[in-house]
């Protein structure tokens, strides 16, 4: 019997739990919100395994704001983790659990407006770097190779052993990341994984 979406989801959510990186309590796996790949976004947050976090990324859509404060609850409700994507001030009326920033809006004046964890994205060993000053876990991309429009050149899973291996934060995997490619990053200091398509048939149950 072919396996559903969330038979997926539940069997990437563990392969992440079970890299040996830092995470000091944080999920292995989160999930990233895309417009076009994550329509439907309560199906989705009630769809996820058990755990797994959410990063919503909202872009200022207006028919998505509406729907933040149910998606944290949702998740919540589930035992995960919802992070929301540059918006501080949306992130604590919600009581979201922190705030995501992408690589070029991580600022210091950024972090300062930001509550809860804090999470970044890092395409370069000097984003990565900056992030470990301001960031409670950094998202390195692109790992493996992806469909993503935003998606560049694959690096692999030792290139970014080799970048994560200096710092003592989570770092976690983004781009191509599935109940494959994900198996490359065992025993190399991993915290975990990021996933966008791998995650969008979870809704298929």
Same mark, same amino acid.
């Given at each position: 019997?072919?396996?559903?979406?969330?038979?997926?989801?539940?069997?990437?959510?563990?392969?992440?739990?079970?890299?040996?990186?830092?995470?000091?309590?944080?999920?292995?796996?989160?999930?990233?919100?895309?417009?076009?790949?994550?329509?439907?976004?309560?199906?989705?947050?009630?769809?996820?395994?058990?755990?797994?976090?959410?990063?919503? +990324?909202?872009? !200022?859509?207006?028919? $998505?704001? #509406?729907? %933040?404060?149910?998606?944290?609850?949702?998740?919540?409700?589930? *035992? @995960?983790?919802?992070?929301?994507?540059?918006?501080?001030?949306?992130?604590?009326?919600?009581?979201?659990?922190?705030?995501?920033?992408?690589?070029?809006?991580?600022?210091?004046?950024?972090?300062?407006?930001?509550?809860?964890?804090?999470?970044?994205?890092?395409?370069?060993?000097?984003?990565?770097?900056?992030?470990?000053?301001?960031?409670?876990?950094?998202?390195?991309?692109?790992?493996?190779?992806?469909?993503?429009?935003?998606?560049? +050149?694959?690096? !692999?899973?030792?290139? $970014?052993? #080799?970048? %994560?291996?200096?710092?003592?934060?989570?770092?976690?995997?983004? *781009? @191509?990341?599935?109940?494959?490619?994900?198996?490359?990053?065992?025993?190399?200091?991993?915290?975990?994984?990021?996933?966008?398509?791998?995650?969008?048939?979870?809704?298929?149950?």
């Amino acid at each position: 019997m072919a396996k559903t979406g969330y038979d997926g989801a539940a069997r990437l959510a563990r392969l992440a739990d079970a890299l040996d990186g830092p995470r000091e309590g944080l999920p292995g796996l989160f999930c990233l919100t895309d417009p076009e790949r994550t329509p439907d976004l309560k199906a989705l947050a009630h769809a996820l395994p058990d755990g797994v976090g959410l990063i919503l +990324r909202l872009f !200022g859509r207006d028919e $998505l704001h #509406a729907q %933040a404060a149910d998606l944290v609850t949702i998740r919540h409700d589930k *035992g @995960g983790l919802c992070l929301i994507a540059a918006e501080p001030e949306l992130a604590a009326e919600i009581g979201a659990d922190g705030v995501h920033w992408p690589e070029r809006w991580l600022t210091g004046a950024h972090i300062r407006r930001s509550h809860g964890l804090v999470s970044t994205s890092a395409h370069s060993p000097s984003a990565l770097r900056r992030a470990k000053g301001l960031a409670d876990l950094a998202f390195v991309s692109t790992v493996f190779a992806s469909r993503s429009p935003s998606a560049t +050149r694959p690096m !692999g899973a030792f290139r $970014l052993a #080799a970048l %994560a291996r200096p710092h003592s934060m989570p770092v976690y995997a983004l *781009g @191509g990341v599935n109940t494959r490619t994900i198996k490359r990053l065992n025993h190399l200091g991993i915290s975990g994984v990021g996933a966008v398509g791998a995650l969008s048939g979870s809704m298929r149950v």
